[in-house]
C-alpha cells in the first residue's frame, strides 16, 4: 500500500494537481469516487506570502478529503520556505508537495517548476531546506527531464531523497514534451528502482488496465491520474477497483454523469458564487458529455448558460431526450 512518511492511503491511486481543476469541488468527488490521495492545484509561494486573497482560498481543505497534498511553486529559497511553513502550520493538508513539473513558460521563467529539472543540486538544496522547516512530510512531483538531451530523472529523485523528500512523483514526459507524444514508462522504472522512497508513476494512464499495467512494468508504489478523470471521476473508482480485483466495472450511464456534473457544479457555486461556478463549469461540463451522442449540440448550448437552475436543465434535458429517442434498427 502506498505510504508517505507516516500517512497510509488506502489504495495506491492518486489525483493528479491540475491547475485550474483541482479545487475543493472536484476533489471531494475524487474522494467519494474512493481515492487514496488527493492533490490540490499548485499554489506560488509568492501569493502565499502577499496574502493574495484568491490563492490563500486555494490552501482551503474540507475534512472529508483528507489525506490532502498541498502544492506549491516557486524559484526562490527563502520564499519557498516561508510558503511551506505556512502550509505546515495553518492549513490541514497533510502532505506539503513542491511542484517540479510544470512545463508553463509563465513558471518555468521565473526559475520555478519544470525550470529545476536541469539542476539536481538546487533540488537538493530547496527541497531540504523545505523538510527542515516544516513537520508535513515532503513530496516533488517532477518529470523526467528539460528535454531529451536532458534527462536527469534518477539524479533529481536521488537529490530528492538526499534532502528528505518522502515520495516522489514522476510524470514519464520532458518539460520540451508539454503534454505531447508518449510518456517514458523505462525511465519510471528506473527512477524506481534508484530510490528507496516510494515512487509515483504519471502519464499515459487512461484506462484501468494501464494502471496495472504501470505497476506492474516499473514497479511503482502508486499511479497518478490526470486527465483521465477529467469529467470522468469514474475512471479513479474503476481503476481502485479493477487493481484490487481484476474485475472491470461498467462505464457510467448518461444519467449518472449528469447526476454527478450537477454536484460538482453546486459544490463550485458553494465555493466561488454562482457567476464564477457556472463559467467555469463550462469546461467541465464539457469534459462530462465527451463521446455522448449529440455532445457537440450541447456543448453550444453549455457555453450560453450563466445561470445555475439553466445549466443543470440543460444537462437534464438533455439526458432525458436521449432515452427518450428510440434506438433505430440495424443502427
Given at each position: ?6 500517512i497510509e492511503?488506502k489504495?495506491?491511486v492518486?489525483l ?5 481543476v483541482c479545487?475543493p469541488?472536484?476533489?471531494l468527488?475524487a474522494?467519494e ?21 484568491r490563492?490563500l482560498?486555494?490552501l482551503y481543505v ?9 502544492q506549491?511553486f516557486?524559484?526562490d529559497?527563502d520564499?519557498l520556505?516561508?510558503?511551506?511553513k505556512?502550509?505546515?502550520k495553518?492549513t490541514?493538508?497533510d ?15 521565473c ?6 529539472l536541469l ?5 537538493y538544496?530547496?527541497v531540504?531546506?523545505v523538510?527542515?522547516?516544516?513537520d ?7 518529470r ?8 536527469f530523472?534518477?539524479e ?9 523528500g ?9 518539460r520540451v514534451q508539454m503534454?505531447?507524444g508518449e510518456a ?7 527512477v524506481?528502482?534508484?530510490v528507496?522512497?516510494?515512487?509515483i508513476?504519471?502519464?499515459d494512464?487512461?484506462?484501468?488496465e494501464?494502471?496495472?499495467r ?5 514497479g511503482?508504489?502508486g499511479?497518478?491520474?490526470g486527465?483521465?478523470?477529467?469529467g470522468?471521476p469514474w475512471?479513479?473508482?474503476?481503476t481502485?477497483h ?7 466495472k461498467?462505464?457510467p450511464s ?23 461556478a457556472?463559467?467555469?463549469?463550462r ?7 465527451k ?7 450541447l456543448?453550444n448550448?453549455?457555453n450560453?448558460?450563466?445561470k445555475?437552475?439553466?445549466m443543470?436543465?440543460v444537462l437534464n434535458d438533455?439526458v ?8 433505430v434498427?440495424?443502427r
Amino acid at each position: 500500500m502506498l505510504k508517505i512518511g507516516d500517512i497510509e492511503m488506502k489504495n495506491q491511486v492518486v489525483l493528479a494537481p491540475m491547475a485550474g481543476v483541482c479545487n475543493p469541488a472536484f476533489r471531494l468527488i475524487a474522494k467519494e469516487f474512493g481515492t487514496g490521495l488527493v492533490c490540490a492545484e499548485m499554489v506560488s509561494d509568492k501569493a502565499i506570502l502577499h496574502k493574495n486573497q484568491r490563492s490563500l482560498k486555494m490552501l482551503y481543505v474540507d475534512d472529508r478529503e483528507k489525506p490532502l497534498s498541498l502544492q506549491i511553486f516557486g524559484g526562490d529559497k527563502d520564499t519557498l520556505v516561508e510558503a511551506a511553513k505556512v502550509v505546515d502550520k495553518q492549513t490541514n493538508a497533510d502532505i506539503i508537495d513542491i511542484n517540479m513539473g510544470c512545463p508553463v513558460p509563465k513558471i518555468t521563467s521565473c526559475d520555478a517548476g519544470a525550470r529545476w529539472l536541469l539542476n539536481p543540486d538546487k533540488i537538493y538544496e530547496m527541497v531540504s531546506y523545505v523538510v527542515d522547516a516544516v513537520d508535513k512530510p515532503v513530496t516533488v512531483k517532477m518529470r523526467i527531464g528539460w528535454d531529451e538531451e536532458h534527462i536527469f530523472a534518477i539524479e533529481n529523485a536521488e537529490a530528492v531523497e538526499r534532502a528528505g523528500g518522502k515520495a516522489v512523483a514522476v510524470h514519464g514526459r520532458t518539460r520540451v514534451q508539454m503534454y505531447e507524444g508518449e510518456a517514458n514508462w523505462d525511465i519510471i522504472r528506473d527512477v524506481k528502482n534508484a530510490v528507496n522512497i516510494p515512487v509515483i508513476g504519471n502519464g499515459d494512464i487512461k484506462t484501468p488496465e494501464d494502471a496495472k499495467r504501470m505497476i506492474d512494468t516499473t514497479g511503482v508504489d502508486g499511479v497518478m491520474i490526470g486527465r483521465a478523470a477529467l469529467g470522468n471521476p469514474w475512471m479513479l473508482y474503476r481503476t481502485i477497483h479493477y487493481l484490487q480485483t481484476g474485475e472491470n466495472k461498467p462505464e457510467p450511464s448518461d444519467k449518472e454523469k449528469m447526476d454527478v456534473c450537477i454536484l460538482h457544479m453546486d459544490r463550485l457555486v458553494s465555493l466561488k458564487g454562482e457567476v464564477v461556478a457556472v463559467r467555469e463549469m463550462r469546461k467541465h461540463a464539457a469534459w462530462y458529455i465527451k463521446g455522448m451522442k449529440g455532445s457537440s449540440t450541447l456543448r453550444n448550448a453549455i457555453n450560453s448558460v450563466t445561470k445555475r437552475d439553466d445549466m443543470a436543465a440543460v444537462l437534464n434535458d438533455f439526458v432525458e431526450n436521449q432515452q427518450e429517442t428510440p434506438a433505430v434498427a440495424g443502427r
